[in-house]
């Protein structure tokens, strides 16, 4: 698990889709609706299926972050100690995040789960290649997830440091499966 300076993988996921339907809740304790639920179900097994098994998790602090995770912890058997929930990354910007990243000591495969637009501006400030946008725009949409490889330490993680390995979205696996 520890890194000496070789390849590191960095995953970068938005939250999945989160429940609008009580307009009484803060923004920050909205919870999944079912659609978000099955995507990060879908995430999980995806991530299971490509051995992409995070040492570490960061997560923003909110309700739908949490939900999220707590399925990826449930569909990979990692253990809840992998997870570090923190208040600082709810809504954090990319500049939030590299700080986090950088402070990364032993994790070789690191999972950030958050919110946009800060994921989607530290996939674009960390990646040498361009992610691909859907029609409308869109980047990382709920539950999708970025792969980076990285070389060298966490600490020295900054602009152009990634190259961009895949990024898959939960539509895109449903449409494959045929559903």
């Known amino acids: 698990m520890s890194n000496g300076g070789g390849a590191n993988r960095l995953l970068i996921m938005r939250h999945a889709k989160s429940d609008w339907s009580?307009?009484?809740?803060?923004?920050v304790d909205r919870p999944l609706n079912g659609r978000g639920n099955a995507a990060a179900i879908r995430m999980a097994a995806w991530l299971a299926d490509h051995d992409l098994r995070p040492d570490r998790i960061l997560c923003s602090a909110a309700t739908r972050t949490r939900r999220t995770v707590q399925h990826l912890v449930t569909g990979l058997w990692l253990d809840?100690?992998?997870?570090?929930?923190?208040?600082?990354?709810?809504l954090a910007d990319a500049e939030s995040w590299l700080a986090a990243?950088?402070?990364e000591r032993h994790a070789a495969t690191l999972l950030l789960c958050g919110h946009?637009?800060?994921?989607?501006?530290?996939?674009?400030?960390?990646s040498i290649d361009e992610p691909g946008r859907q029609a409308n725009g869109k980047l990382l949409t709920t539950a999708a997830i970025a792969d980076l490889a990285l070389e060298g330490p966490w600490s020295d993680v900054g602009p152009g440091s990634g190259r961009l390995v895949q990024l898959v979205r939960p539509r895109e696996l449903a449409a494959e499966a045929g559903g």
Not at 22 to 27: F, I, K, N, Q
Not at 116 to 126: A, H, I, K, S, V
């Open 22 to 27: 009580d307009p009484a809740l803060a923004d």
């Open 80 to 90: 809840p100690a992998t997870v570090v929930h923190r208040d600082d990354l709810y």
């Open 101 to 103: 990243i950088r402070t």
């Open 116 to 126: 946009n637009p800060g994921c989607d501006e530290l996939l674009e400030l960390l």
